[in-house]
């Protein structure tokens, strides 16, 4: 059979070569012509049936349906009356399914991409009803809205989805693909900060908060990688001031990265400049209505009270100076305690229930030192109670360690601070359960690491072994163990505290 002609159906009527340009052709354009389109890659096909044996006699291409169909219809294009009559006599599904437009060609690339970022959002997000998700989970929700001419974004959109594909498959090979795409990410992102006006765009500082979840995936530089985005986010944040986040996106980025220049203030303990007043300006009108953004404000300032901790300890101190740092740090707590006291003003938004009942968690860890668990109203609600029993944890520690090296304890006070801190490290391991469940994803998977870390912390310098290795396991199991050529350290940053300690250039 002879390749059928690919031209308008002016030219072919007219047997001349058509340029083929979409949607008129250029040689209707010079004739002053009306171009009437081409034939669709698929066409309708009309049978003629024969009565007598239910078989088709003819069989032909009804090209009318596809002329001027690039054109919008005018009066001249109405059909006629007969025509119009012929119509109606179709089923009214026949005939819309015949009318409707054909769609567009979608390149394999983006067929992928959209394909590869549902299924992330699907893995990554908790799928379970209640309230709005906090800031940095709700984000994910606005990625297949951004546009796709950002070539940062959607590098690091692709390194991302094949990284949680990688990692919720145990697929090595896709792991290598990703680590691929994320060094493709990494060029792009150098190319866009590099240019003074792309720098200071929404999609470069989303697309560098991206290949930070992506560290979190993969873990390929031991948290190195992870501490180096973290600074370039802040450095970002720096170029672009507080008065720029004024959209919905720019301040759930702006939420996500304070999270996690919070999780490594609290690592490193060191402040970074989210702590100062202008900054804190730009989230004053959502801390009024989200809990999660409210609490934020209060744990911001806790990396500063410990970077003052780590200058005491140089010594040169004066007294004044240690008595200052005590009353900064009750007065932190104080704000958290009636954060709490708001946020728990219906009752505590979690029932206690047998570990067991936590969907899959026994298969990380079958020891049931912490029974029972807690199980959360909703998703945003475990989210916060760990971020606030983490930070306690850590702020009343610390307070706690001045007071024994500065002041002098009584037993019972002794005993009462020691019961404090137990309480807050106890109800972290009994959060992760609900955290570790197939259905609330892995983004709660991995919003569980850094409290845990922090309870073995305080569990192993209390020496109790088997909630210390309980924590461990845990840990260990929220990384997927199996996919990392080496073991993933529980403190990885510790190698660069040890490095940037002192340094000025980070922030």
Known sequence: MPKRS???FECRKRKVRCDETKPECNICLRRGTKCPGYRPTQSFILHKFDESTDKPALIREDESRYRYANHKP????LPSTATAQAVSRLPASQSEYLDAPLP?????VAADRIQHLGTFIALYLPRTDGPALPPPSALMLGLPTMPANSEVLMAAIDALSAAQLAVDNRNHLLMHRSRSLYGTALSQMLRAIQDPVTALRDETLLSTYLLTLYEVFVGITQGHGFFYHVQGLLHLL?????SSFQTRLSMQIFHAIRYNSLSIGYHMRKASMLDSPEWLTVTIRAAKVDPYVALQDICIHIPRLLERTENLAAGGSSQAEIDSLIIDSDHVAS???EWLSSFERHGPRYEKVDVGAMDGFLDICADRVFDPAFDFHYFGAGICYLIYWMSMLIIQGNTFKLLRQYRQLELKQLMMWDRQLGAYADCICRSIPYNSRSNTGYTAKFGSLTPLVVARKYYEAKGAKRESE???TVYMGARVPG????PVPLEPLRNVKDTVKGDPRFI
């Not at 720096?238 to 507080?242: A, L, Y």
């Not at 996919?483 to 080496?486: E, G, I, N, T």
């Open 6 to 8: 690919a031209g308008c």
């Open 74 to 77: 005018t009066s001249s294009d």
């Open 104 to 108: 567009k060609q979608v390149s394999a």
């Open 238 to 242: 720096k170029q672009r001031g507080p």
């Open 335 to 337: 704000r958290a305690f």
């Open 470 to 472: 309980w924590c461990e």
């Open 483 to 486: 996919l990392y050529q080496s």
